[in-house]
């Protein structure tokens, strides 16, 4: 069965701050792995998509990387403006037309 | 332009109560999918439609869960009997076949 694990579950830093979040995914055949970002009250918004090992999106502070056990989100610098949840996910092996396996999400304080 | 909407946006009910939940996805996208997110959580996948076909619906957690979307663009998913551990954020995305979903704001339900 498909599972997406993600670490910490929690995580303040400092503006300015460096760091990664990880998210480890078992599923046979791997059809996408989406990294979303969700504000408190509100649905998540997509961030990026990953398809193949060595694969690098980059948006802004956020870089998504892409291996073939995890994926990291590496934010650099980050503001308080980039406190939210970042919720991973990967397509799931089913007739459900790419419905999503989200992990729990990792809750970022970036504290001025 | 116009994301997915939904509606309400906030819902209590009493136990034993009917209660449904409206998705107004973005125009033209033929995918759409229902999610159940729990506090702390992330979000769980309920069912999926391909325009007005209901293509999977293994995520209804019973019988008491029922979805449709009969003209392939507004849908709506139904609770009856309504209990306690029914109360969560319903989330729907959509998206043009087979390519990224995007979210609408969720319904938060409180069943008292």
């Known amino acids: 069965e498909d599972q997406v694990t993600q670490s910490p579950e929690a995580l303040r830093l400092q503006e300015g701050e460096s760091s990664s979040l990880n998210c480890s995914y078992t599923v046979s055949g791997l059809r996408g792995l989406f990294w979303y970002r969700q504000d408190p009250g509100k649905g998540p918004e997509f961030l990026f998509t990953l398809y193949s090992a060595g694969e690098e999106k980059e948006k802004e502070r956020l870089k998504a990387t892409l291996t073939k056990k995890e994926s990291f989100l590496h934010i650099t610098a980050p503001k308080p403006e980039d406190s939210a949840t970042y919720l991973c996910?990967?397509?799931?092996?089913?007739?459900?037309?790419?419905?999503?396996?989200f992990g729990k999400g990792t809750s970022l304080l970036v504290t001025p | 332009g116009a994301g997915v909407s939904q509606s309400p946006r906030y819902k209590v009910a009493k136990r034993g109560q009917d209660v449904a939940l409206r998705c107004d996805p973005i125009?033209?996208?033929?995918?759409l999918f229902w999610y159940q997110q729990a506090l702390g959580q992330g979000p769980e996948f309920l069912t999926y439609?391909?325009?007005?076909?209901?293509?999977?619906k293994s995520g209804l957690p019973s019988d008491r869960f029922f979805a449709e979307r009969p003209e392939g663009s507004v849908s709506t998913l139904k609770i009856q009997r309504t209990q306690q551990e029914d109360s969560a954020v319903y989330l729907c995305?959509?998206?043009?076949?087979?390519?990224?979903?995007?979210f609408g704001p969720g319904t938060r339900l409180l069943v008292l």
């Open positions: 439609f391909q325009n007005e076909a209901q293509l999977d």
């Open positions: 995305a959509s998206s043009p076949l087979e390519e990224t979903q995007y």
């Open positions: 996910a990967v397509r799931r092996n089913s007739n459900s037309g790419y419905a999503l396996n």
């Open positions: 125009s033209g996208h033929v995918s």
